[in-house]
């Protein structure tokens, strides 16, 4: 597992790390309660924001003051509310990133090159993401995706797919007891993937999500 890897204050891969996902509906005093709760990382979804114009956007950082702040502006493509063009989206990554300690985007996505090497000039931490809300992929076709988030220059690769059995809990399992090189994250979608939350992170996956 790669090490040294950080989100603002919190060290990837030490313990196991929650990363709570916020709109821009949050108050000051419900991130200070949750922190105390156990959150370790705000994951900013941008695209479910009320409005996207960048004074906005940067104006709800000051309520994440003191949290690690995970900005992710996650397209349509790929689950997401993102309605805007690639290169508006582009722009408010720019925008973030002299505030946001890490970024998310989409390994797929046609500005996934621009905004890692953004994150990466700027020291933030860039993570690379792919999603299949239908299966899980073959071992092979998930050993694929991380070298293409690999050969983006991701510090790490987010892989997240609906979980059907057991025997797709196993094959994320192994993508990650088998990848050392680079930062992974991996989570199961679905009502039979709620263990990958909580046992994948001793697995050496960085990170896993909560609902507040």
Sequence with gaps: MATGLRIGSVELGVRPCVAVP??????????????LRGLDVA???IDH???FDPAHVLAQLDVFAGIPVLATIRSAAEGGDWKGTEAERLALFRALLPRADAVDVEIASE????VVGLARAAGKLAIASFHDFA????????AEVVARGRALGADVVK????????GDVRSLARLLVCTDDIGLIAIGMGDRAVATR????ALGSLLTYAHA
């Design 22 to 35: 916020f709109a821009d509906r949050t108050t000051r005093a419900e991130v200070l309660a949750l922190a």
């Design 43 to 45: 994951e900013l979804r």
């Design 49 to 51: 924001f009320t409005r």
């Design 111 to 114: 500005i996934a090159g621009e």
């Design 135 to 142: 299966k899980t992929p073959t071992d092979a076709a998930l």
């Design 159 to 166: 892989i997240a797919t609906a979980v059907a059995d057991p």
């Design 198 to 201: 909580l046992l994948f992170p």
